[in-house]
């Protein structure tokens, strides 16, 4: 009587390969797979922030372009490449707020205009929320001159509330939360917040912060930093 004897190596050989060949989708890993390798932002600019990821746990964010549009255009230069002149700091009042801008580079008199858009992705937050800051003393804006800022997560379905957006536009008769600096966050929570779904770091959402000065044809603008506040908020207890 033939006897066939088992050949196990032969047979797992044999399975390993056909799991090589077959002809299915292999899933890449993420460059955010792993948020415990991701250093805690800290101070920089701009410049130095772009093409980097930092956290403020568990928020973990990525850094991707930088793009300024101005009248005249020597606004852009001495903003310098990539915003390098745009400081970038941790709130020392805000445990989970970066702070953008302390510079008078962007300041615009009247026939003056700038735009400066800053791009990244974020997951493990479900909230946006940002405020503006000003110079003591110093006007926000003068005749018909516009400061506006718009911090966007394109969260698209998973939006909850606000869209995603959190902005605010300062001219002639805006509320004084939009033109003057508050002692308080109170009133931003109260108007500004953007609410979302929770993701992790296969799909961040992408965001945008934006900074528009405008100094009309007879007024001034200014801005003197902008509080970025993107996190995993929980109810009752904050931001964690």
Same mark, same amino acid.
């Given at each position: 009587?033939?006897?066939?004897? /088992?050949?196990?190596?032969?047979?797992? @050989?044999?399975? @390993?390969?056909?799991?090589?060949?077959?002809? $299915?989708?292999?899933? *890449?890993?993420?460059?955010?797979?792993?948020?415990?390798?991701?250093?805690?932002?800290?101070?920089?600019?701009?410049?130095?922030?772009?093409?980097?990821?930092?956290?403020? /746990?568990?928020?973990?964010?990525?850094?991707?372009?930088?793009? $300024?549009? %101005? =009248?005249?255009?020597?606004?852009?230069?001495?903003?310098?490449?990539?915003?390098?002149?745009?400081?970038?700091?941790?709130?020392? #009042?805000?445990?989970?707020?970066?702070?953008?801008?302390?510079?008078?580079?962007?300041?615009?008199?009247?026939?003056? %205009?700038?735009?400066?858009?800053?791009?990244?992705?974020?997951?493990?937050?479900?909230? #946006?929320? @940002?405020?503006?800051?000003?110079?003591?003393?110093?006007? =926000?804006?003068?005749?018909?001159?516009?400061?506006?800022?718009?911090?966007?997560?394109? $969260?698209? *379905?998973?939006?909850? %509330?606000? #869209?995603?957006?959190?902005?605010?536009?300062?001219?002639?008769?805006?509320?004084?939360? #939009?033109?003057?600096?508050?002692?308080?966050?109170?009133?931003?929570?109260?108007?500004?917040?953007?609410?979302?779904?929770? @993701?992790? /770091?296969?799909?961040?959402?992408?965001?945008?912060?934006?900074?528009?000065?405008?100094?009309?044809?007879?007024?001034?603008?200014?801005?003197? %930093?902008?509080?970025?506040?993107?996190?995993?908020?929980?109810?009752?207890?904050?931001? *964690?």
């Amino acid at each position: 009587m033939l006897r066939i004897k /088992p050949y196990p190596f032969a047979v797992v @050989t044999l399975f @390993t390969l056909g799991l090589l060949i077959w002809p $299915c989708k292999r899933v *890449e890993a993420s460059p955010f797979q792993d948020p415990s390798s991701i250093p805690v932002c800290d101070k920089g600019t701009v410049a130095s922030y772009i093409g980097t990821s930092c956290s403020q /746990p568990p928020a973990v964010f990525h850094w991707i372009s930088y793009s $300024c549009t %101005s =009248t005249p255009s020597s606004i852009c230069d001495r903003i310098g490449t990539n915003g390098k002149e745009i400081h970038v700091r941790l709130d020392p #009042n805000g445990p989970n707020t970066l702070l953008v801008g302390s510079t008078h580079l962007w300041d615009v008199t009247a026939g003056q %205009s700038v735009d400066i858009v800053i791009r990244g992705s974020v997951y493990n937050a479900n909230l #946006n929320l @940002t405020w503006p800051h000003f110079y003591p003393g110093q006007p =926000t804006q003068t005749g018909d001159g516009t400061e506006e800022n718009i911090t966007t997560v394109e $969260c698209g *379905e998973n939006c909850i %509330s606000g #869209n995603g957006v959190s902005s605010y536009l300062c001219a002639a008769g805006s509320a004084d939360m #939009n033109c003057l600096d508050q002692a308080k966050e109170k009133p931003y929570w109260a108007s500004g917040v953007a609410k979302f779904r929770l @993701t992790g /770091p296969d799909s961040p959402y992408p965001f945008s912060i934006e900074v528009k000065l405008n100094g009309g044809t007879n007024g001034t603008a200014t801005l003197r %930093s902008l509080g970025i506040h993107l996190c995993d908020f929980i109810p009752g207890r904050g931001c *964690e």
